[in-house]
C-alpha cells in the first residue's frame, strides 16, 4: 500500500497493492491492521455505496457533526471521480482550505478523510459508483452541508452539476457555524 500525503495534514491518499493475472487483478481494500501499523487507524463501522447516472453529478459538502463525526475512507467501484476535502476545524491552520484528488477503478487510489473535515465529490464518467467506509453510522440530527461553490474548489467543470435538493439549498461556508474545534 503506497501512502501519500497531501497539503492538508490528515488528508491522505492510499493506493493498496493490485495482484494481477490472468484473471484480472486482486487488491485488499481496506486492512484495519495495515492502516492501525501505518498510524491510520479508524473504527469504521459502515461502508456506504452511491451509483450517480450522469458524469458531473455533485454530492456535497458534507459533514457529521459531533458526537457522531465521521472519518471516511473513500474509493472509485467504477468510473472516474474528483473527491474533495476542506478543512472546517475552527482555529486549525489549514480552515477553509480543500484538497481534491482523482479517484478512479483504473488508479485504484483511496483518500483517508479525518474527521473535521467536509467530504464532497463530481463524477468525472458516467454510471460512476462511490464506495467508502464511515466511523460512525448514518445520524441524521447531525447532519451537514455546506454549498459546494462556496469554498473556493475547482471542481473542474464545465457545465452546472447535477444536485440533490438538499445539496442546492446548503448555506455558504462563511454562513456555517462549523461544529468542529481544532485540537492541534
Ligand atoms: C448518508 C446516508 C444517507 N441515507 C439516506 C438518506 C436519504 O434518504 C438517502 C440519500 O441521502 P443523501 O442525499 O444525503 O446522499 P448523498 O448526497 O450521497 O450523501 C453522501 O454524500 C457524500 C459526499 C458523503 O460524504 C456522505 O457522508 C453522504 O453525506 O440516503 C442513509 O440511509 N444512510 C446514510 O448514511
Not at 36 to 62: C, I, K, P, Y
Not at 104 to 109: P, Y
Not at 133 to 160: F, M, Q, R, T
Request: proline residues 7%; aromatic residues 10%; negative net charge.
Amino acid at each position: 500500500m503506497q501512502i501519500q500525503e497531501t497539503a492538508l495534514p490528515g488528508v491522505v491518499i492510499l493506493t493498496p497493492a493490485r495482484f494481477g493475472d490472468a484473471r484480472g487483478f486482486f487488491s485488499e481494500s481496506w486492512n484495519a491492521r495495515r492502516m492501525a501499523e501505518a498510524g491510520l487507524a479508524h473504527d469504521f463501522v459502515q461502508d456506504n455505496h452511491s451509483l450517480s447516472q450522469a458524469a458531473g453529478t455533485l454530492r456535497g459538502l458534507h459533514y457529521q457533526a459531533p458526537p457522531h463525526a465521521q472519518a471516511k475512507l473513500v474509493r472509485c467501484g467504477r468510473g472516474v471521480l474528483f473527491d474533495v476535502a476542506v478543512d472546517i476545524r475552527r482555529g486549525s491552520p489549514t480552515y477553509g482550505q480543500w484538497v481534491g484528488v482523482e479517484l478512479s477503478f483504473d488508479n485504484g487510489r483511496q483518500l483517508l478523510i479525518p474527521e473535521g473535515f467536509l467530504h464532497g465529490f463530481v463524477t468525472r464518467a458516467p454510471m460512476t459508483e462511490v464506495i467508502y467506509k464511515c466511523s460512525d453510522h448514518y445520524a441524521p440530527e447531525s447532519d451537514g452541508a455546506v454549498a459546494w461553490d462556496s469554498c473556493g474548489i475547482d471542481w473542474g467543470l464545465n457545465a452546472p452539476p447535477v444536485l440533490s435538493d438538499k445539496d442546492a439549498a446548503a448555506p455558504a461556508l462563511a454562513d456555517v457555524q462549523s461544529p468542529f474545534v481544532w485540537e492541534g
